[in-house]
């Protein structure tokens, strides 16, 4: 009897002292997330600061249900220059010790950054819209969570050409976005059977439209397509009025379209304005409850779809480094979320493919004329939802080493 009553005692002695061993191992995950992005760009005002407010709420709620993980949060301006970009991202993985980089807005710099990230081993989720992210230039350390050109593209240019406009003239934006969204949308508008009249650059940050909307007025075209984002698409749009453009029955597709260059053209300007988004704030109680806690951070202001996927997609990132206990091996992070279906609560279902491109559902969606409008920030109504399925590019034509 004493026997078995001491092998009791060191039996739970030492079950008791592997919890101890397990909560002290957990106690010391530490992880560093940076916050790569345009803080005073062109998309400043759909990600920026805004992004950092997503990534904090994010931890909070992360940390609410494992308070034995510590995580730190810094966060830099890349100024829409991949040698920054590179600079940074290369200081925070070898002397700061960030393990997972997000956001980072700009095609150019998120797929510098993504090499960087695939050379040391880390994470990084970037924001860039250009499908080449999870195509012939993905890493098994990258995660494209919101959107792409062939989601933007498929959700717009099947829905316009099947409505009558075939006939399609490109202003786009002269870098890698703007050549891979006019590209994606292109494929999609002549295999619903239009055609592309014709397409102007310009360069990034311009401030004048004038030369590139004379040439889409005259080429006939029945579909402007917009293959640029931030202020360049914004004052398009408001030049574009200007110009009278609507009004002789010419259609605008915003390709790139986000909720902040609503709010900053205006209903006026931008009422009948069709595009793609993968989240809206005010379409269910948990978006909406989501968007009070942002709004109570970032100065009133609702989210993006941008700012919603960085909150996601970090969330989802600190559970996955949870769950392996350490954050750095950064392909076995990645391995991990891509095994995960999620329950997002922004997103609804999710989940990630072998060339690292989330899957989920994305809306059509129409600006609002101004009366329709009932309340601050009632801009936008979904007209039409996409299967996930339905707005992910196959994975056999996108040419990821990673596909087997």
């Known amino acids: 009897m004493e026997f078995r009553l001491s092998l009791c005692k060191y039996m739970l002695a030492a079950a008791f002292g592997t919890l101890m061993v397990s909560a002290s191992a957990a106690a010391e995950v530490e992880v560093k997330v940076g916050v790569l992005t345009d803080m005073s760009g062109p998309y400043a005002d759909l990600s920026g600061s805004g992004s950092v407010v997503a990534t904090q709420l994010a931890v909070e709620d992360f ?44 095609s150019a710099v998120a797929l510098a950054v993504m090499n960087v990230a695939r050379d040391k081993n880390k994470v990084v989720m970037p924001t860039a819209g250009s499908s080449r992210v999870t195509g012939d230039l993905c890493t098994p350390n990258s995660v494209q969570w919101t959107y792409d050109t062939w989601a933007n593209a498929k959700v717009v240019g099947s829905a316009l050409v099947a409505e009558g406009g075939d006939s399609w003239y490109f202003i786009t934006a002269d870098y890698t976005f703007g050549h891979t969204l006019m590209a994606d949308t292109t494929a999609m508008v002549e295999k619903a059977g239009g055609k592309v009249l014709g397409s102007t650059l310009h360069p990034l940050n311009t401030f004048d439209y004038s030369t590139a909307l004379l040439a889409a007025r005259s080429s006939g075209a029945k579909v402007i397509g917009l293959a640029n984002g931030g202020t360049d698409m914004s004052t398009t749009i408001k030049q574009a009025q200007e110009f009278k453009v609507v009004e002789r029955g010419q259609k605008i597709a915003a390709l790139a379209m986000f909720f902040t260059d ?24 948990k978006t909406r409850a989501f968007a009070k806690r942002y709004a ?3 100065g009133g202001a609702m989210p993006t779809e941008v700012h919603a996927g960085v909150y996601s997609k970090t969330l989802h990132y600190l559970e996955a480094v949870a769950e392996v ?80």
């Not at 993985?93 to 997000?102: A, F, K, Q, S, T």
């Open 63 to 106: 940390l609410a249900t494992h308070p034995g993980v510590k995580v730190e949060v810094v966060s830099a301006d890349h100024h829409n220059k991949p040698d920054v970009g590179v600079s940074v991202a290369r200081t925070w993985y070898d002397v700061d010790g960030v393990d997972m980089i997000v956001d980072v807005t700009g």
């Open 296 to 298: 109570q951070k970032a």
């Open 262 to 285: 609503v709010h900053s053209i205006g209903l006026e300007a931008a009422q009948g304005l069709v595009y793609a988004s993968a989240f809206y704030w005010d379409m269910n109680d």
């Open 325 to 404: 206990g350490s954050p750095d091996d950064g392909v076995k992070i990645v391995d991990t979320m891509k095994a995960t279906q999620y329950d997002d609560p922004l997103f609804g279902k999710v989940t990630i493919r072998a060339d690292g491109r989330a899957v989920k559902d994305m809306y059509l969606v129409e600006v609002k004329k101004p009366e329709e409008s009932k309340y601050p920030w009632d801009y936008l109504k979904v007209i039409r939802t996409v299967p996930g399925p339905e707005t992910v590019r196959p994975l056999e034509e996108g040419g990821c080493p990673l596909v087997k």
